[in-house]
């Protein structure tokens, strides 16, 4: 008789770690189990040319909640970040705009471009702060249902409307937050064309939608309401790679028993009369369980390893319609030398400081609105845009223990690389992907095509074949509005909760959403505890 | 990263301490010496040379650029005449100061606003329908302060305008070797003082030329960390230390109107409308809730409460700005956002906020003090700011 669990959990991302983390302390047996040979899903480091370690998909940190890391201990598990300090966001024309991690300096380099946008930077600043302050207790609490009247939902809805309150002067930014484009939202404040184009391009990662496309500007809160150390805003680099976010996950499981199993692809979800049971693995292994957890994506979890027989029509049309369309893609490389973009000659002599310094940070490839808006025309119609929007950082600059000695890995996150192509398949379009995303970068850094030692391209369909993502959506779905909160993934079942009895979910796809967070892991275990399971 | 001001190449030779400050983005010498000492007696007794021209400077010109001027700050702007210059806070709508600093009338319709933050934004919103430009002459404009009773003997030594007949809070203009300056008599220590305004690439010329002059008048390059005791001895309140800017706060209890600091008198509510003045309207017949004031710690108490330790009473030489509580019998009635000791009063004083009730001179309060690693409270006296202000200042 094999060992039956309280708790199995589906999916070592760092979700279904976080989950399976606090039911253990909580004294629960549970057993995860994930498809891969390692732990962490979008959350991973691979060596994947011998010697350099590759961030294969995420890549910087900022949304991890810190309660999570505070209540798991992490950083005894090895969890570290390394500052990233600022943004290069470098121009067609050899120029660039530096945002510093100081705000005085910051300023001097806003000035260059319009010192209306230096001024207004810190004004600017501080409206994101009190946006952050209004969805942040939002971020460690379940969704209360608008329709229902139980008394703990009340409660719920009460305390929403608690912290609206309290930052009532800012509803209607709120408002305005959640219905414009990013690209509306900043040219309210800013004039500077790369000042507009890198701060709007946070609008657009991970969605299938233009910086001129209403919706977008609240992917912009997203991606600022992050904090590290007391500081909205803030991003760092994981030492040893974003893989070592998860390993620090899976020790602190680990050490309040949970087990965790790789190599172990689910093939379906066991249900007897409405109930799940446990769960089915590929070659036929059962593993039974009271409760089973869901950290893959909705229509993976639904309509994949549930089944739509076992749901009602209902529920199976509403996660069929929900959005997960693919956007981006990633290309990793790995270098023999430190690369020297053109804006940056003889910086050291102009500026007093080495290059260097301005590479320790993030490099936007993002020069003005119209470009991001072109990438995105390209993408609208089934193209990976001929001049690709880029996150870029080079994680080696903070760790070096990411390659030998000398050597680098630059992480290149990409945009536009629709799931759906027009012409052809992604296993053949996937090197004319690379060239464009190599060319594109190649005319800021004259010098990047003789120092790559090997590159990586992952499309939409690689981060749907290899790490489960399906359509090759970064988010387990797209953050847009009618999705978010008590709208996540679906109506009526924003509480982590699902129709069938003793089954939940915990992924990107719950509230509140993607990215590298732990808040669904979290809020998920806590109402599993609470209805005794 | 910071860099240099104009006089970098001067002050980094000189900075032997290695002891910088961040001030807006620039490196400014904290202290030359191990101590400040040396130089804070500069400023008391000789001629202390400050760079400060990490101060930012606008220019605002045009036929248009007075009705800005009535419209942004608090004071009467029509009463400052050409080459006068004027100390004064600026509010937003709800009437809390976003900053205060000085105003100097070049011509009839000619103005630089010197600010301790950057105003562009805020002179631009409000010069809609303004016949008028606006400059940002920050990184253009060096500017050094020459502050301490020997500064007169030494600007006459070097300078060819009017400096004896250069009163209080006026301009003139004239050159220091072949170099065109402005030389203001205005400062931040509540000395006899000037700044001059000098232009940033001629800057290196102006310092050689005051120190070769100035040494027989024991002129001393001085740090800011000097000045920042001087102002607290001459009740000068310090943006982001004794009060948050409006601008910066991020809750309203964070905001404070020039009546809570002490600048009432730079409010002139019957000049005509100005941005605040209906919140301010109200605030004068309410009257402030709250107000800036000094504070001095009394001696005895404080010697007996480190006695009793075995320890000697243990004097801040800098102006520390972390805020302690301030209390009354009821309770917490305040903070004292910096505190010093001044050498010069041999008293330990400080710039305090308390709540109106508590703002007469002479009220007894309790500040918290930190004694052996335990939190006590000592006896201190609630007083009138300035700490010290020699008649020299203006004479
Ligand atoms: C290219 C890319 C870049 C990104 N960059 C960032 C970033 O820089 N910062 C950031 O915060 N976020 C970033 N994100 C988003 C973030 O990585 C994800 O939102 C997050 O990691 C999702 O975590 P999860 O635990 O919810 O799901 P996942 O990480 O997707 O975990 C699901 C797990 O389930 C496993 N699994 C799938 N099917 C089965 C099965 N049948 N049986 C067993 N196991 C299965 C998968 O292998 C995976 O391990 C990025 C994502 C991508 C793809």
Redesign the interface.
């Known amino acids: 008789m094999t060992k039956r669990y309280d708790a199995v959990v589906i999916g070592a991302g760092h979700n279904g770690l976080v989950c399976a983390a606090y039911l253990a302390r909580a004294g629960k047996s549970v057993l995860v189990l994930e498809r891969r040979h390692l732990v962490g899903g979008a959350t991973v480091t691979e060596e994947v040319f011998p010697g350099f370690k590759f961030s294969v998909c995420s890549y910087v940190v900022s949304l991890m909640r810190p309660r999570i890391i505070s209540e798991l201990d992490l950083p005894r598990f090895g969890f570290e970040l390394l500052p990233l300090d600022g943004t290069l966001s470098p121009t067609p024309d050899g120029d660039y705009l530096m945002r ?1 991690h ?1 705000a ?2 910051t ?2 380099e806003l ?1 260059r471009f319009s ?2 946008d ?3 930077y ?2 600017f600043g ?1 409206l994101m ?2 946006l952050a302050m209004t969805v942040r207790p939002m971020l460690s609490a379940t969704p209360p249902d608008p329709s229902s009247l139980a008394p703990a939902n009340l409660a719920a809805l009460a305390s929403v409307g608690k912290t609206f309150g309290r930052n009532a002067d800012h509803l209607y930014d709120l408002a305005k937050l959640m219905t414009m484009s990013s690209a509306d939202f900043v040219e309210e404040w800013f004039e500077s064309e790369p000042l507009l184009g890198s701060l709007s391009a946070s609008g657009i990662i991970g969605t299938f939608l233009g910086p001129r496309s209403p919706g977008s500007a609240y992917v912009m809160l997203h991606h600022y309401m992050g904090e590290i150390d007391g500081q909205f805003r803030a991003w760092g680099l994981p030492r040893g790679g974003m893989g070592a976010v998860a390993e620090s996950i899976a020790g602190a499981a680990r050490s309040f028993g949970a087990e965790i199993r790789t190599a172990a692809p689910i093939e379906r979800i066991l249900v007897e009369n409405g109930t799940a049971r446990g769960v089915v693995l590929e070659g036929g292994e059962e593993v039974r369980a009271d409760t089973v957890v869901s950290s893959l994506d909705p229509k993976r979890t639904f309509l994949g390893l549930v089944g739509a027989e076992h749901l009602d029509d209902e529920f199976v049309s509403a996660i069929k319609r929900y959005k997960i369309r693919g956007s981006s893609g990633k290309v990793n490389l790995a270098l023999d030398a430190l690369p020297r973009p053109t804006c940056l000659e003889g910086i050291e002599h102009k ?3 080495p290059a260097e ?1 301005y590479l320790r940070g993030a490099i936007s490839i993002s020069p003005d609105i119209d470009y991001l808006e072109r990438a995105y025309r390209d993408a609208k119609y089934g193209r990976f845009s001929r001049r690709p929007y880029m996150d870029i950082v080079l994680p080696t600059l903070a760790d070096p223990s990411m390659a030998p000695p000398g050597k680098h890995v630059m992480s290149i996150f990409v945009q536009y690389a629709p799931y759906e192509l027009a012409e052809g398949t992604w296993e053949q379009q996937r090197e004319a992907f690379g060239d464009t995303v190599i060319d594109t970068l190649a005319d800021y850094i004259p010098n990047l095509k003789d120092i790559i030692l090997h590159r990586q391209v992952i499309t939409p369909w690689d981060l749907e074949q290899k790490f489960g993502l399906t359509q090759g959506n970064i988010f387990h779905g797209e953050l847009s509005l009618e999705q978010l909160f008590f709208l996540r993934p679906v109506a009526g079942w924003a509480d982590y909760r699902t129709p069938l009895k003793k089954m939940y979910q915990c992924g990107s796809g719950t509230h509140p959403g993607g990215g590298v967070m732990g808040a669904p892991g979290r809020l998920a275990a806590q109402k599993i505890l609470a209805e005794g399971a | ?3 240099g001001t104009p006089f970098h190449p001067r002050t980094s030779a000189l900075n032997k301490s290695l002891n910088w400050r ?1 001030w ?2 620039y490196f400014t010498a904290g202290c030359y010496h191990d101590f400040i000492q040396p130089e804070y007696a500069a400023i008391r007794n000789k001629a202390a040379l400050i760079d400060v021209s990490p101060l930012y400077k606008y220019s605002v010109e045009g036929p248009g650029a007075t009705a800005l001027m009535q419209r942004v700050f608090t004071r009467d702007v029509s009463k400052c005449s050409p080459m006068q210059a004027i100390y004064t806070p600026w509010c937003d709508s709800g009437g809390q100061v976003m900053q205060e600093g000085t105003v100097f009338r070049l011509d009839d319709d000619s103005y630089q606003v010197n600010a301790a933050e ?5 002179l ?1 919103l409000n010069s809609a329908g303004l016949d008028l430009t606006i400059a ?1 002459r920050s990184a253009a404009v060096a500017a050094l302060a020459l502050q301490g009773p020997t500064s007169r003997r030494i600007l006459n030594a070097c300078f060819d305008g009017d400096v004896d007949g250069l009163r209080f809070f006026h301009l003139v203009a004239g050159t220091i070797g072949s170099v065109p300056v402005t030389v203001s008599r205005t400062g931040y220590t509540g000395d006899l003082g000037y700044e001059v305004w000098i232009p940033a690439d001629r800057a290196i010329a102006v310092w050689d030329a005051l120190l070769d002059v100035g040494q027989p008048h024991g002129i001393t390059p001085c740090g800011i960390l000097a000045m920042d005791v001087a102002r607290v001895e001459a009740g000068f309140i310090l943006i982001d230390v004794d009060y948050i800017s409006a ?2 706060a ?1 809750i309203p209890e964070h905001t404070s109107s020039p009546y809570e600091l002490g600048l009432g008198w730079a409010v002139k509510l019957d000049k005509g409308n100005f941005v605040g003045r209906d919140a301010l309207v109200a605030e004068s017949a309410r009257g402030a809730g709250r107000r800036v004031v000094g504070i001095c710690i009394d001696w005895e108490p404080l010697e007996e409460i480190h006695a009793a330790d075995n320890l000697m009473p243990d004097l801040p030489q800098l102006a520390c700005r972390e805020p302690v509580p301030v209390y009354a019998a009821e309770g917490q009635v305040g903070r004292v956002t910096t505190r010093c000791w001044s050498t010069l009063l041999k008293k330990y004083i400080g710039i305090a906020t308390v709540e109106a009730c508590y703002a007469s001179p002479g009220t007894a309060v309790e500040m918290e003090l930190t004694v052996n690693f335990r939190r006590r409270r000592v006896p201190a006296a609630v007083v009138q700011l300035p700490h010290f202000r020699p008649p020299r200042m203006r004479e």
């Open positions: 510093w100081d005085e300096e300023r001097r000035a010192t209306a230096a001024e207004a810190e004004q501080k702060y009190h500026t007093g400081f310094s | 990263m910071a860099v961040h807006s983005g950057p105003t562009m934004r805020w631009r940002d601008e910066r991020l």
